[in-house]
């Protein structure tokens, strides 16, 4: 499929946190990991679905223009015009006479524009507070296998799980995330995640796990790479301290 195309590489600086206190203290991370998912529809979208059918080629049309209204959005948030930030995402969501938006993209059944439309939905409804809406979006979004986009819907989707407090789900789901994107950039992060949500858990066993796995698996993430102490000398690596903290 088209979709197993995309450049994960343009993800490399995600992505999402899951606890709500996590959330808060990485905020600029979780928004800038947002722009970057938005970046890869508004770059490639138009060489991955082609113009086999005329709701394939509408539709491309309306994601690059709902995905501008995404991105105004976005920068409302970063520079605190909250007043923007639900006109920008209504826009994108509903249309703004021109253009039907995104919810009634995702409507085009049997459509590739259909599916980046559900996960679109899912991350302006995560963006504007509405958990319930963007689940039931992001829900109904079929991963496709691809490295970026599936990976980023279904981390956010964790948000949204752990927001509502199903944590069970926001860690199944960030552990379904961090297969899809199979890279030491992003994967690790969603592990720590979720280790993190299953220590909130009080269940150090499975967290540990998580992290040994991290360890194991993605040796070149920064997580693991040792750091460097104000003396010069090398300072032991980050995954260690999860590690340590699990395992009194």
């Known amino acids: ?12 600086n995600d992505m999402l946190s899951q606890s ?24 490639v979208f138009g060489f991955l679905y082609g113009y086999k059918k005329p709701h394939e080629n509408k539709g491309q049309a309306y994601i690059s223009k709902a995905n501008e209204y995404a991105m105004q ?22 249309g ?19 599916n980046v439309a559900k996960a ?14 963007a689940i039931e979006y992001l829900e109904d979004f079929s991963p496709a296998g691809d490295e970026s986009l599936s990976p980023a819907a279904l981390a956010t989707l964790a948000n949204c799980y752990a927001s509502d407090n199903r944590v069970d789900d926001a860690v199944k789901t960030l552990k379904k995330a961090a297969e899809e994107a199979d890279n030491f950039a ?14 909130s858990q009080k ?4 967290a540990l796990e998580v992290y040994q796995q991290i360890k194991k698996d993605y040796p070149e993430s920064e997580l693991c790479i040792p750091g460097q102490s104000p003396d010069g000398t090398p300072a032991t690596p980050e995954i260690e301290r999860y590690i340590t903290r699990v395992s009194k």
Do not use: H, R, W
Not at 1 to 12: F, I, R
Not at 25 to 35: A, D, F, G, R, S
Not at 203 to 206: A, G, I, Q, Y
């Open 73 to 94: 959005g976005l920068q409302a948030k970063m520079s605190g015009q909250d007043s923007l930030v639900t006109v920008y995402y209504t826009k994108a969501l509903n």
């Open 186 to 199: 992003v994967s690790p992060v969603y592990l720590l995640q979720a280790g993190e949500l299953l220590e």
């Open 1 to 12: 499929m088209a979709q197993q195309n995309l450049n994960t590489q343009e993800t490399a």
């Open 120 to 133: 679109m939905t899912g991350f302006c409804y995560y963006n504007m507070g509405k958990i319930k809406e």
């Open 203 to 206: 269940k150090n066993d499975e």
């Open 20 to 43: 709500t206190a996590f959330i808060n203290k990485n905020k600029k991370k979780l928004i800038i990991c947002t722009v970057a998912v938005l970046v890869v529809i508004g770059a």
């Open 96 to 114: 703004d006479g021109q253009f039907p938006g995104l919810i009634a993209v995702a409507g085009y059944k049997f459509t590739n524009v259909s």
